[in-house]
Structures are given as C-alpha cells and as structure tokens.
C-alpha cells in the first residue's frame, strides 16, 4: 500500500529508515545551500533589492512556519504524516521554477516581486512537511539516540554543504568576470540544480517507514492542543528562551553576508570562504556536542554554546573602526571559527531539547507552538532589522580613548556602531537575555559548565587523532561505496 503505515517497526526497518533519513539529509543540504543563504542573497543585490527586501527575504521563511498551526489539524485528521510531507515538499520545491526563469523573462523590478511571491510559497508549503517531518522523526528515532544520530546527520549534511558552496563561489565569480552582463543567469543554474536535488531528496522520504503516530486520547480540538504546551511550565519556558534567542540572532544574522558584500566589499568568492570556515568548524565540533547532549543533557551544551555564539556576534561591532584596518581580516577569520564552533552545538541541541521535552503522542501540537513562537520570534525581527537600517545609517556611536602629554595626542577609536553594528548590539544583548531565561528550563542530566567544556577538548582531541578532521567527514567521504560494501557482504 502507498504510505503505509505500520503500528510497530522492527530494528532492520528503523536502521533503514534512518539510513534514508540522512540521505535525504545530504540532498536537502544541497538544495538549501545552492538556492538560500550567500546566494539568495548575492542574488537579490543583482536584481536591486533594498535592505528592507533582504530582511523580507529573511524574515518570510520564519513567519511561514506560522502555518504549522493548522498542519496540526491536517496532519491529525489524515494520520500518515510521510503522505503529507512528501506531497507538501514536491509542491513548495517546485515554486522555484518562476524564480529559476526570473532572468531570462522579467525585468529586475517584476524580478524582485516574484521572487518574494515564490518565497512566500515555497516557505508555506514547506511549514506542512516540516510539522509533518519532526512528528515523524520524534516516533522514528530511538530517544537514546538523538544527539549520536543528529550529529553524524548534521556533520555529513554540513561536510556536502562545505564542497558545494565553495565550488558554488567559485564558479560565480568565474561567470560573472566570464558574462558580466548576464550574472543573474549564473544564479539561476545553481537554483536549478538545487531543485534537482531536493526532488531527490523526496524520492528518498517516500520510502521511509513510518510508525503510526501515537493518539493523545483526548479531543479538546485544535485550540487545546496548541495551547496545551503553554500550560506546562517547564516546556513554557523552553518556548521563551528559544523565541527570545530566535529574535536576537535574526536581528543580525540575515546581515552578516550584506555586511561583509556591501560595507567590506569583499568578494562573494571570499564570502563563501569564511562560511566554509564556519562548516569545518562545524563538522569538527558536531560529534562532540552530539556525544555531550547524550552524555548529559541538551541544555548543557546550550549553556556554552550559546554564550560563544553571543561573543562572535559581540565581536562584529569591531571589524571596522570605522573601516577597515590590520585586524579586520584576523576578526573576520576569528568569528566565523567561533560561530561554527557554537552554531554546532545550538542548532543540534536546540531542536533535540524540544523533540526530548515533548511528551509522546503529543510531539505534534507542542513541537508545533514551540515553532510558532520560534518563528514569529525570527520572522519579526529581520523585518525590524530592513526597515531600520537606513534609520541607523545617519547615526554613528562613538567611543574612543585619547592619550594626551606635553609632545603630543593620541586617540585611540575602541569602538564605532554606525548601521549595522548597531542590530549587532542590540542582538548581543537579547542574546544576553535568552541565556538568562534558559537557566529555568529543566532537563535530566543537566551538568556544569566546565564538565561539558572538558569533555568537549577531550573528545575533539580524539576526533583530531584521526587522519580526517572529523569522523563524519570520513564517512561522507566513503558514502555511498560503504552501503555498496554492505550489500555485497549481506550476499556473501
């Protein structure tokens, strides 16, 4: 039967449904990396686009999870959450198409303007898979299991991530110093193939298994169960910290790749270098937090992951004073290593600690109100963020020290906030914030600070032991010859 669904799983079923989980992991990676971030962006900057439609841009994906409520009722009443997620990915994946055609039919003013429209439903659509998608995988995936599995995901998704978009780079600079008068067409194949692989990536969850999804045994209807989450204390404030860190880091990330073009001028060649900088870090630090979250809890690697990543975006405001200077390259090198440090441990943590708080047979509503918030949370403040920008770009801070004696005077400049060091800021102290409320949140396992900072030098100085920086780049490396293998032993 199509999308069956069974009432129990064996081991060999969950193992090969994992197995497809990842890879549709490495597909979705691919397409996420050639069609958003650096690109999407550089993109948007080619056809015009003003800050204001950068924050739009960043903020619509957020806002569009908002629909996740109603994906609730949907996916309760239909009961097969692989059905769902797999019609609702084929049809938010192929709105791409008008944005793969926005050069050779429209001028860059209609350009702009179906761009968005296809982002506004490319992102809702996508809201139903993944409400569908966490469901799933809360009932698929062993909970002993969580952190080991999304870690050795993250690290191979990450590790494809690292070659493609730096081969990405390359061949747009290639093609637009090759067709300066056609640079939008170089974006458009790159979104093409990004399309090719996400289709890809469905083929792949249309055969993984599903286990039929656990009744909650009560019918309050859709409004009870979303409130529902908001009434239990611990998870309540889970909600908060997670939605108050959501605003502070969309207040400034979706700028970084807009900073680094416009006010440094650099390269976006150069620009997808230092991110690649970031993935590196990322697939050496992955297994080491994921060993760290099962070992004791995922709020543990949140409490110093999450300070790191506050002092890389701290440390934004000082690249230039006022412009560019001895230290600006050295920072820039120096932030993108502590963001892919931090950002490993965070984005693998801060979803497992909803999906391991979440109690069964109601993984549904609460991870949905969790999203809710997470997403009106991100989706306001880029807004905030374009529409203010021009605001602060008429006003500077500035502090310096002046250093005076009978020969002469020295001023030294400590700090100067002019634009966008000023969403800077104001991230870092939200940021500030959201790691005081995560100290309400109550998760077994918890440990101290600097248990988890031991353990996490200990296990990447055995990660770097080996002749691959990370494990999990060893394995991208061997996949898929090492399934190959398997086969052939599975014969013999």
């Known amino acids: 039967m199509v999308f069956e669904v069974k009432e129990s799983l064996t081991k060999e079923e969950v193992d090969h449904g994992l197995k497809l989980v990842i890879r549709d992991g490495l597909a979705t990676q691919a397409m996420v990396t050639l069609t958003g971030g650096i690109f999407l962006v550089a993109f948007a900057l080619q056809l015009g686009a003003s800050n204001t439609v950068i924050g739009l841009l960043a903020a619509i994906p957020p806002l569009a999870e908002l629909l996740q409520m109603p994906a609730i009722y949907v996916i309760d009443r239909v009961q097969k959450r692989r059905l769902v997620v797999v019609a609702?990915?084929?049809?938010?994946?192929?709105?791409?198409?008008?944005?793969?055609?926005?050069?050779?039919?429209?001028?860059?003013?209609?350009?702009?303007?179906?761009?968005?429209?296809?982002?506004?439903?490319?992102?809702?659509?996508?809201?139903?898979?993944h409400c569908g998608w966490n469901s799933w995988m809360r009932d698929l995936i062993p909970q002993d299991r969580l952190g080991a599995f999304f870690s050795r995901r993250l690290t191979l998704s990450t590790g494809l991530a690292l070659v493609i978009s730096l081969v990405a780079g390359f061949f747009i600079d290639s093609w637009e110093v090759a067709f300066p008068d056609l640079a939008a067409y170089g974006y458009s194949l790159l979104f093409l193939l990004g399309l090719l692989a996400g289709l890809f990536g469905i083929t792949l969850l249309a055969r993984t298994p599903e286990p039929r999804m656990v009744a909650d045994g009560e019918e309050d209807g859709l409004l009870a169960a979303i409130a529902k989450p908001f009434q239990d204390i611990?998870?309540?404030?889970?909600?908060?910290?997670?939605?108050?860190?959501?605003?502070?880091?969309?207040?400034?990330?979706?700028?970084?790749?807009?900073?680094?073009?416009?006010?440094?001028?650099?390269?976006?060649?150069?620009?997808?270098?230092?991110?690649?900088?970031?993935?590196?870090?990322?697939?050496?630090?992955?297994?080491?937090?994921?060993?760290?979250?099962?070992?004791?809890?995922?709020?543990?690697?949140?409490?110093?992951?999450?300070?790191?990543?506050?002092?890389?975006?701290?440390?934004?405001?000082?690249?230039?004073?006022?412009?560019?200077?001895?230290?600006?390259?050295?920072?820039?090198?120096?932030?993108?290593?502590?963001?892919?440090?931090s950002l490993a441990g965070v984005s693998l943590t801060s979803g497992n600690i909803s999906l391991k708080?979440?109690?069964?047979?109601?993984?549904?509503?609460?991870?949905?109100?969790?999203?809710?918030?997470?997403?009106?949370?991100?989706?306001?403040?880029?807004?905030?963020?374009?529409?203010?920008?021009?605001?602060?770009?008429?006003?500077?801070?500035?502090?310096t020290l002046i250093w005076k004696d009978p020969v002469r005077e020295l001023v030294f400049v400590t700090l100067d906030l002019k634009q966008w060091e000023f969403f800077f800021f104001f991230a870092f102290l939200l940021g500030l914030y959201s790691l005081h409320r995560l100290s309400a949140v109550q998760e077994e396992g918890e440990a101290k600070e600097q248990e988890v900072v031991d353990e996490l030098i200990a296990g990447v100085r055995r990660d770097m032991r080996n002749f691959s920086p990370a494990g999990g780049l060893r394995d991208l490396v061997k996949f898929p010859f090492s399934t190959t293998r398997g086969r052939r032993k599975k014969k013999r």
């Open 88 to 129: 609702a990915s084929l049809v938010a994946r192929l709105f791409w198409v008008p944005i793969i055609l926005i050069p050779f039919f429209l001028s860059p003013e209609q350009g702009i303007f179906v761009l968005i429209a296809s982002i506004v439903l490319y992102s809702s659509f996508s809201a139903f898979s």
């Open 234 to 341: 611990n998870f309540k404030n889970l909600i908060i910290f997670l939605g108050s860190w959501n605003f502070a880091v969309n207040l400034a990330a979706p700028f970084f790749t807009v900073y680094m073009l416009q006010r440094l001028g650099l390269d976006i060649s150069l620009v997808v270098a230092l991110s690649v900088l970031s993935q590196v870090m990322n697939i050496i630090f992955y297994r080491s937090w994921g060993r760290i979250s099962d070992r004791f809890s995922n709020k543990s690697v949140l409490s110093v992951s999450g300070p790191l990543f506050m002092l890389a975006i701290f440390a934004w405001m000082f690249v230039t004073l006022p412009e560019i200077y001895a230290l600006t390259y050295p920072l820039l090198i120096l932030i993108h290593i502590l963001m892919g440090i």
């Open 357 to 399: 708080l979440a109690p069964q047979g109601q993984a549904t509503s609460y991870l949905a109100a969790s999203t809710f918030t997470n997403s009106v949370a991100a989706g306001i403040a880029p807004i905030l963020g374009g529409l203010f920008v021009d605001f602060f770009a008429e006003r500077e801070l500035i502090w």
